[in-house]
Structure formats: structure tokens, C-alpha cells
T-cell receptor, first 112, second 112 residues
Framework: NAGVTQTPKFQVLKTGQSMTLQCAQDMNHNSMYWYRQDPGMGLRLIYY???????DKGEVPNGYNVSRLNKREFSLRLESAAPSQTSVYFCASRLSGGGTQYFGPGTRLLVL | TQLLEQSPQFLSIQEGENLTVYCNSS?????LQWYRQEPGEGPVLLVTVVTGGEVKKLKRLTFQFGDARKDSSLHITAAQPGDTGLYLCAGAINNQGGKLIFGQGTELSVKP
């Protein structure tokens, strides 16, 4: 099992460009999450999908959109990147019912 | 907005010393999780505490959940350089799709 995989690992964008961060899990988990991590702020939830076919906003959803493509895949899209979106983005998945969240290795994004 | 205050934010100690990290909130959590994160990787779960007053031990690490389930602590005995890393606490809220509220993190450095 690869667990949770994320692509790309690194990305540099110019302000206004768009991109999609990909996340996939092979653990047959129901719930998936997107977080951003900034120095001194821990992880903040952007969007989550409690189950296939549903998505909900988290703490900091502005400037992002998500798609739960199927049970395995949950993508995060930046339509018009801003320097404030420079961060490390983590995807996580969870079976449900209070189970452990498993995190991917992260995508480091720099917006110039 | 639920907040989880984690302290201290930075800790630099010598090998063999003891340390305690605290997480405090005004909110009640259904469970409290502690993660450890290495540079360039995603957080990895260390432990989950569920019951008020619960104490769990993982080798030299002792985790405690407050009686009211609003706070938690992590105590490391005789710290080793291998304990160096970022420690994160995260609280789970009942009936919220597995969402976690993360503390700001504690950057621990243990010098030989």
C-alpha cells in the first residue's frame, strides 16, 4: 500500500496562475481532507469530504475549490493563485467513525 | 471558532532533560490526538486519547487528557536527539465529519 500520495511535490506559480493539487489514497477510506500548514499556525483545514460525493468547507476555504473525483481521489484547485497561498499543502484520509487520519507527504507551493 | 492553544512554540533542550508540552482549549473534544512531524514529511499519529483523565504511555512519552476533555499534555522523559521534531496536538469535535482542530505546534530540538 502506498497510503496517501500527493502530486506534485513542489510547485512555483506566478500570481494569477491556476493549478490543481492531486491526492489519492489506496486504503479504501471514506473521508478525505485538505490542510495547509504555515509557520506557527499548525495545520488549518481548507476543505473536506466526509464521503464520496460530498464536500464541505473547512476553516480557510476562500480561494480554493475541491473535487471528490471518486472514493480514491480528492483534488484541490487554485483558480487564481495569490502570494498568500504560498504554503505547504497536506492531504489526509480517514476510514470514518473516529479512525486515524493518515497524511500524505505534502506539496510545497510558492506563489510569486 | 474553536481554538487549541499549544505551548511552548519552541523548545531547545539537552539530551537527558525532561519536558512537557501543553494544549489548552475552551472547547470540549471527543478525542485528542498527538502527531509528530519530521521535516519534509506529513504528520504521523503518536496517540489518541478519548476518555477524560486518560493517561497513555509510549516508551518515554506520556500523554494525558484533561478530566473535562479540554486540555492535554505530552511529557517526554530523558529526551533523546531522535525526539527532535514538530509535535502537534489536534482535537476532534463530535459529529463533524472527523474534522480536527490543530494546535500551533511545538518545535523541539534535543541537543546531544
Amino acid at each position: 500500500n502506498a497510503g496517501v500520495t500527493q502530486t506534485p511535490k513542489f510547485q512555483v506559480l506566478k500570481t494569477g496562475q491556476s493549478m490543481t493539487l492531486q491526492c489519492a489514497q489506496d486504503m479504501n477510506h471514506n473521508s478525505m481532507y485538505w490542510y495547509r500548514q504555515d509557520p506557527g499556525m499548525g495545520l488549518r483545514l481548507i476543505y473536506y469530504s466526509a464521503s464520496e460525493g460530498t464536500t464541505d468547507k473547512g476553516e480557510v476555504p476562500n480561494g480554493y475549490n475541491v473535487s471528490r473525483l471518486n472514493k480514491r481521489e480528492f483534488s484541490l484547485r487554485l483558480e487564481s493563485a495569490a502570494p498568500s497561498q504560498t504554503s505547504v499543502y497536506f492531504c489526509a484520509s480517514r476510514l470514518s467513525g473516529g479512525g486515524t487520519q493518515y497524511f500524505g507527504p505534502g506539496t510545497r507551493l510558492l506563489v510569486l | 471558532t474553536q481554538l487549541l492553544e499549544q505551548s511552548p512554540q519552541f523548545l531547545s533542550i539537552q539530551e537527558g532533560e525532561n519536558l512537557t508540552v501543553y494544549c489548552n482549549s475552551s472547547s470540549v473534544f471527543s478525542s485528542l490526538q498527538w502527531y509528530r512531524q519530521e521535516p519534509g514529511e506529513g504528520p504521523v499519529l503518536l496517540v489518541t486519547v478519548v476518555t477524560g483523565g486518560e493517561v497513555k504511555k509510549l516508551k518515554r512519552l506520556t500523554f494525558q487528557f484533561g478530566d473535562a476533555r479540554k486540555d492535554s499534555s505530552l511529557h517526554i522523559t530523558a529526551a533523546q536527539p531522535g525526539d527532535t521534531g514538530l509535535y502537534l496536538c489536534a482535537g476532534a469535535i463530535n459529529n463533524q465529519g472527523g474534522k480536527l482542530i490543530f494546535g500551533q505546534g511545538t518545535e523541539l530540538s534535543v541537543k546531544p
